[in-house]
């Protein structure tokens, strides 16, 4: 007995040297290759609000010069035409980002013939009065346009970015500049945030029936924010203008009516003594400098992430058309109506991030920008999320520790947690939802299941694949429960909020789906599937991206072959007759591989750049599956290797 013990220690020592190796190499290559480069450049640029910052890392000193050349050149009702192949200045969605309110139209200049000579629709489209014309390079050529134009040029001179003509006659008066006051911004945000976390600190409360620490921190700010956006949603589909004043007299209600609610149910409400958490804690954390040292290297990557997703601003192609310009413009007009012609997809997506960031924007125009810490602090509550479950399940401390340090290590997630994508947040609402409902089912507590249901929809209200990819998560959940007979079928609560939360998103965008490329995917499969059969070419494409890119350490680290071999290993510790629960987490992390895998072959009978999408997408969307797998690892690791002492949390 004593010699398997020891066999058991050397095993799990082994292992965890194993883990803090590899997240050693992860945390040189992202502070290495990305951390430090940033971290450089923001330094350069910590004077300039986020707009300038932004504008100098996508477009360069000279770019970004030029935009706020044609800003203040332009007044905020001109219609700007779209150069073309002038790379940045051809996308329009760039140009709505940074010369908001202004038009931007094309003219279709892009298309020429033989003698490279602009069509004559192009030309008359020019020449329209209202139209202000970027001069960049040899555009627009010499002689083509009336005398109704005005030309005013970059000074100092720039051979490339020129100047602009604009309608003659124009007046241009540009509203006075705020100065940047960076610590005045980070007071309002941190306020923002923190109203968002008070609201979902007593919804968790409501919801669970009880006060559990641990529980507040993971589900506080994906919680609050989230039930708060839906209501902003309905109260601007009702008609109300979204304005500071309406949506801090909406956060008032809301807060007031949970508080009341909480009053009605404190008699049936479990409360944890907040001394006695955080003495038991401080004694865990004091007994090991292992802890100590893991738990101050997640907290530092933490700051680290926060400092650099704000000093980076919103630079990132995908972030500003998708998620930043649409949230601006609902701001700026007081309507979600807004996001019909501003930034990309049309209304045909859930707007739960747009909202959240439009917040900012209404409170202090997002100069800072405030917003972007909702991503490494969603980050930070799905990572204590994955903390708390393994502590459930008898994993030790400085065990799950290194788990967490190890996935934020990681440096594609800690890039992520830093740029401005939507995935992270969805998976923290995934992946939380799946812990909530193992919890419900399995530990036979139904309130847990409610909350899962709550996440599922907060999921479904993130991003638009969240809709049928929960509803296969839970019955995957549920399945497992019916291969192994064990658990609590009462949990099937979770389907109620589940359904609400996107349905009624749904009954609102049903009109502005149509046409939308996403959402017409599904019909383009089956009619290319009837045509053409099986494409065995995509699937080759998609494994051939998924193999190069997740078998990279500079991009994913050493998690996932580590997580792979360990889950091999220890394979027969979440059978269904011997670990229900663990067996669920398994079906559910299968489902998480196999549904992104599926949707991309689903696009792949309609993307002509199906490429060019895999390459760009294909990380970023196994999220779920990544967390979900790493979790199992280690919760395997847990449970058979060291298991002397009793989970926490």
């Keep these: 007995m004593q010699r398997a013990n020891v066999l058991l220690r050397t095993r799990g020592f ?17 502070v290495n290759d990305y951390g430090l480069l940033w971290a450089k450049r923001i330094f350069r640029l910590a004077d300039q609000p986020a707009m300038q910052r932004s504008a100098n890392y996508l477009l360069g000193a000279s770019g970004a010069e030029f935009m706020a050349f044609l800003k203040t050149s332009t007044p905020e009702d001109a219609s700007i035409i779209i150069p073309p192949n002038s790379v940045a200045f051809s996308e329009q969605n760039l140009l709505q980002f940074y010369l908001m309110p202004r038009a931007i139209i094309s003219c279709g200049c892009a298309a020429t013939n033989a003698q490279n000579e602009l069509s004559q629709s192009c030309i008359r489209c020019l020449n329209l009065p209202s139209h202000s014309i970027p001069a960049i390079g040899d555009f627009p050529p010499a002689g083509i346009l009336a005398e109704t134009k ?3 040029p970059l000074e100092p001179a720039n051979n490339y970015y020129r100047g602009v003509f604009t309608p003659v006659g124009v007046a241009i008066s540009q509203p006075d500049q705020q100065p940047f006051a960076p610590l005045r911004l980070l007071l309002i945000d941190l306020l923002i945030l923190g109203a968002f976390f008070l609201l979902g600190a007593t919804l968790t409360i409501l919801i669970l029936r009880r006060l559990r620490w641990i529980e507040i921190f993971i589900f506080g700010l994906p919680l609050g924010g989230g039930i708060f956006t839906w209501f902003m949603f309905l109260a601007s589909w009702s008609g ?14 809301l807060l007031g009516i949970v508080l009341l609610l909480l009053k009605h149910f404190s008699d049936t409400l479990g409360f944890e003594p907040a001394a006695l958490y955080f003495n038991v804690r401080l004694q865990i954390f004091r007994s090991s400098p292992v802890q100590i040292l893991t738990l101050l290297g997640v907290l530092a990557l933490i700051l680290f992430a926060s400092f650099l997703a704000v000093g980076r601003a919103y630079s990132v192609y995908d972030p500003i058309a998708n998620w930043s310009l649409k949230a601006y413009a609902i701001a700026d007009q007081g309507s979600i109506l807004a996001g019909k012609d501003w930034g990309g997809h049309g209304l045909a997506y859930p707007l739960n991030l747009h909202l959240l960031i439009s917040t900012f924007r209404l409170a202090d125009a997002d100069a800072l920008p405030g917003s972007k810490l909702l991503f490494p602090l969603f980050t930070a509550s799905l990572l204590l999320g994955c903390y708390r479950f393994w502590r459930r399940q008898t994993v030790r401390a400085e065990v799950a520790l290194l788990g967490v340090f190890g996935l934020l290590s990681v440096p594609f997630i800690f890039q992520h947690a830093t740029q401005g994508f939507a995935n992270l947040p969805f998976t923290t609402y995934l992946v939380l939802g799946v812990f ?9 507590r139904p309130r847990p299941a409610l909350m899962a249901g709550v996440l599922f929809g907060l999921a479904s209200w993130t991003r638009v694949e969240g809709i049928g990819f929960s509803l296969l998560i839970v019955f995957a959940l549920f399945g497992a429960r019916f291969l192994s007979g064990k658990g609590n079928l009462r949990a099937y609560t979770m389907l109620i909020p589940h359904l609400i939360i996107p349905g009624v998103w749904i009954l609102f965008a049903r009109t502005y789906i149509g046409g939308n490329t996403i959402w017409e ?18 699937l080759i494409q998609i494994f051939s991206h998924i193999s190069a890119r997740f078998l990279t350490p500079r991009f994913w680290g050493y998690v996932i072959p580590l997580a792979m071999m360990l ?4 394979r027969k510790s979440f059978r269904s007759a ?19 895998i599926g949707l991309f ?24 599956a990544v967390f979900l797998l790493t979790t199992l690892a280690i919760s395997t690791f847990g449970t058979t290797l060291i298991s002397d002492e009793p989970g926490q949390g």
């Design 14 to 30: 082994i292992l965890i040297s194993i883990l803090a190796a590899a997240s050693l190499i992860q945390l040189f290559n992202l």
């Design 150 to 152: 005005s030309y005013f």
């Design 240 to 253: 109300i203008t979204l304005s500071m004043l309406t949506v801090g007299i909406l956060y008032a209600l």
């Design 436 to 444: 909530a409902g193992l919890e419900g089912i399995y530990d036979q």
């Design 521 to 538: 995917a599904g019909p383009s499969f089956v009619q290319g599937f009837a045509a053409e059969g099986l494409q065995l070419n995509a």
């Design 567 to 570: 889950v091999f290993l220890r």
């Design 578 to 596: 011997d670990n229900p629960k663990l067996f669920a987490l398994f079906l559910s992390t299968l489902l998480a591989f196999f549904v992104p």
């Design 601 to 624: 072959y689903v696009a792949s009978y309609s993307r002509l750049d199906f490429e060019h999408m895999l390459r760009i997408n294909i990380d970023r969307a196994f999220f779920p």
